[in-house]
T-cell receptor, first 107, second 113 residues
C-alpha cells in the first residue's frame, strides 16, 4: 500500500462543475503539498498546508491531521484547469508523492 | 523571473554515451533535489543535497551521479544511459526540506537512442 493515496486517479468533468480530489496518507508529516502539472510541463506548487484550510482564487485545500486526509477543491472549473494534480507529504527533508489525479475539464 | 533553471530543456543522447543535465537556482535555497519522472507516473526522487550533504535514495541506480559545486548549481550525470533512462528529469529546491515549499524547474526531457 502506498504511503500517499489519491482518488480518483482520473476525473473528467464539464466546465463549471465543482471538483474534489482526495488524498490520504499513512505517514507522519510536517506539511502536505498540492502540486499541479500540465501536460509536458513542469510542476507548480499550489498549496502547502499543515492544518486547516487555504484558498487561492478558485482553489481550496483542506487538511484533517487527525484523519490523515486532505482535499483539493476547484470551484467553477475551466478547461485550463485540466492537468495532473499531485498530493505530496513532506517529511524532514523530502516529499513522498501520491500517484496523481488526471483532471480533464471539457468545455 | 526564472527561479529554478534547467538546461537543456531537451536532450538526446546515444545508448551508453554519458550525459550531464544542469540545474541552477536563484533562490539561495539549501536543498536541491533531482527527480526522474516517466510518463503518467509520479516523480521519483533520485537524490538530494542539503547544503553539501549528499543523500542518495536506496533504489537509485549507480549509473546516476550528482554534483553540487556551489549553492546555485547542481548537476545530474548519467554515466551510461540505457533506453530505460529516457524520462523527464526534474530539479527542485526548498529552503529547508519537506516542511517548506518546493520550487520546480521546467524539466529536461531525455531521449536515449
Amino acid at each position: 500500500k502506498n504511503e500517499v493515496e489519491q482518488s480518483p486517479q482520473n476525473l473528467t468533468a464539464q466546465e463549471g462543475e465543482f471538483i474534489t480530489i482526495n488524498c490520504s496518507y499513512s505517514v507522519g508529516i510536517s506539511a502536505l503539498h498540492w502540486l499541479q502539472q500540465h501536460p509536458g510541463g513542469g510542476i507548480v506548487s499550489l498549496f502547502m498546508l499543515s492544518s486547516g484550510k487555504k484558498k487561492h482564487g478558485r482553489l481550496i485545500a483542506t487538511i484533517n491531521i487527525q484523519e490523515k486526509h486532505s482535499s483539493l477543491h476547484i470551484t467553477a472549473s475551466h478547461p485550463r484547469d485540466s492537468a495532473v494534480y499531485i498530493c505530496a507529504v513532506g517529511g524532514a527533508q523530502k516529499l513522498v508523492f501520491g500517484q496523481g489525479t488526471r483532471l480533464t475539464i471539457n468545455p | 523571473d526564472a527561479m529554478v533553471i534547467q538546461n537543456p530543456r531537451y536532450q538526446v543522447t546515444q545508448f551508453g554515451k554519458p550525459v550531464t543535465l544542469s540545474c541552477s537556482q536563484t533562490l539561495n535555497h539549501n536543498v536541491m533535489y533531482w527527480y526522474q519522472q516517466k510518463s503518467s507516473q509520479a516523480p521519483k526522487l533520485l537524490f538530494h543535497y542539503y547544503d553539501k550533504d549528499f543523500n542518495n535514495e536506496a533504489d537509485t541506480p549507480d549509473n546516476f551521479q550528482s554534483r553540487r559545486p556551489n549553492t546555485s548549481f547542481c548537476f545530474l550525470d548519467i554515466r551510461s544511459p540505457g533506453l530505460g533512462d529516457a524520462a523527464m528529469y526534474l530539479c527542485a529546491t526548498s529552503s529547508a526540506g519537506g516542511y517548506y515549499e518546493q520550487y520546480f524547474g521546467p524539466g529536461t526531457r531525455l531521449t536515449v537512442t
